[in-house]
């Protein structure tokens, strides 16, 4: 299906498929356990893999393959229990990723932040969780915090008017998160604040060369009302909440984001992998790579790197978890586990980019998918939470008790 556009003021505007049907049933839902949905999400592999490229070039998921992962149950992960949903934890999140993330990036990258956003309305109040999950069973949503948009208080909440990019998701959306500041004068306080879809904008404006499908367009808005009830002070995030029963859910907003944002390439240096040493043992639709030592070096150095990413990403959501059991998670305790993430991310990166160079001329085709997990994991990279020489500069800068210069921190 083709994305329907409109045209206002010139704009070229994105008509976002908001609604849909493929609900899991209460049976199924109550029987729904996270093997299962990994079992699910993996029996699609081919499927996912049949259509990415027809996703990188369509600058959007493919409705196909969207539809097939709502009915795995993924997104039910961490919709909170009392809310009929699974209420998982971090490993969970993990687990359930990295199948898709083996065979592309970019639609780990979209529904790893579908999955994260329910975490994210667990932090709001109960009137604002009743008010979105009492009408669906869970919600899509996107968002950006850049650049920020602008709030107003007024009676009963706020009036918030922005333009934001790197939107992900925003195609298969209900609901859009929006990180607006409200500035009194004398200090500036930041909200997340959640926006019907039919109150934005989402402007065409998504082409890029790396994680393309995952439709990061534009969204502008303009004196939209919020109600107090759907707007909450990002600086309880940032700390994160003791209140919830889940350790999961009580980390904060950066510690989580870094997970998200990581795993997809950890799932795209796996797949990754794989199929380079499917390639040295037999030619196929991907080409064989010819069996030399330099190859064979390289086929054991990008395991075992692989291997070494993906322990220090579970490490990091283990820690989080552990830490938050007890308490709320540190200054020092977010800028570690931001950089450890960032390490492992960069381990991923640098095993994709190193078949790369082991691989064949065919290889090198735009329509081969080691290019495609190559665009999009250079592109996961350099996203700012996971910017390697900045994270780890920070976290030097935490260890010798110098003042972090990261605003998460």
């Not at 949503?141 to 918030?160: D, L, M, N, Q």
């Not at 070096?297 to 220090?312: N, P, Q, W, Y």
């Not at 977010?334 to 990166?349: F, T, V």
Request: some cysteine; charged content about 20%; aromatic content about 8%.
């Amino acid at each position: 299906m083709s994305t329907k556009l409109a045209t206002v003021s010139s704009e070229r505007i994105l008509i976002p498929k908001s609604t849909h049907d493929d609900w899991l049933g209460p049976e199924e839902l109550a029987s729904l356990t996270v093997p299962e949905i990994v079992r699910r999400v993996t029996a699609l592999q081919d499927l996912m893999a049949s259509k990415a490229q027809k996703s990188e070039q369509m600058r959007e998921v493919d409705e196909e393959v969207w539809s097939a992962l709502r009915k795995t149950g993924i997104f039910y992960l961490m919709v909170p229990r009392a809310r009929g949903g699974l209420e998982e934890g971090l490993q969970a999140f993990i687990d359930v990723i990295l199948p898709i993330g083996e065979v592309d990036a970019s639609l780990a990258w979209t529904t790893a932040f579908s999955v994260m956003h329910q975490w994210q309305l667990a932090q709001f109040s109960q009137q604002a969780q009743d008010q979105i999950w009492g009408d669906l069973p869970y919600v899509t949503s996107a968002g950006s915090a850049f650049p920020p948009a602008k709030a107003v208080k007024v009676e009963g909440g706020y009036r918030v008017s922005g333009h934001h990019k790197y939107c992900s998701g925003i195609m298969h959306s209900e609901w859009v998160n929006s990180f607006a500041v409200l500035d009194s004068g004398t200090e500036k306080t930041m909200f997340l604040c959640m926006l019907p879809i039919d109150e934005v904008k989402v402007l065409d404006t998504w082409h890029v060369a790396g994680m393309s499908s995952t439709g990061s367009h534009d969204v502008a808005f303009e004196d939209v009302f919020v109600p107090e009830h759907l707007a909450t002070n990002i600086e309880q995030m940032r700390q994160g909440r003791f209140d919830h029963a889940r350790p999961a859910y009580r980390i904060p907003f950066s510690s989580f984001l870094a997970l998200v944002i990581s795993t997809p390439i950890l799932g795209a240096a796996i797949g990754e992998t794989k199929r380079f040493r499917d390639r040295l043992t037999a030619a196929g639709p991907d080409g064989k790579v010819p069996d030399k030592p330099l190859a064979r070096v390289g086929l054991a150095r990008a395991s075992i790197d692989v291997k070494a990413a993906e322990l220090v990403i579970r490490d990091t959501a283990r820690q989080a978890e552990e830490i938050a059991a007890n308490h709320l998670l540190s200054s020092a305790d977010r800028i570690r586990l931001r950089a450890q993430c960032a390490y492992g991310a960069s381990l991923c990166l640098q095993t994709i980019r190193s078949i790369s160079d082991l691989s064949s001329s065919s290889a090198h085709m735009l329509s081969h998918p080691m290019q495609r997990a190559l665009r999009d994991a250079t592109m996961i990279a350099s996203h700012a939470t996971l910017e390697v020489n900045a994270s780890l500069e920070d976290y030097g800068r935490e260890m010798l008790g110098f003042p972090s210069t990261w605003w998460l921190a």
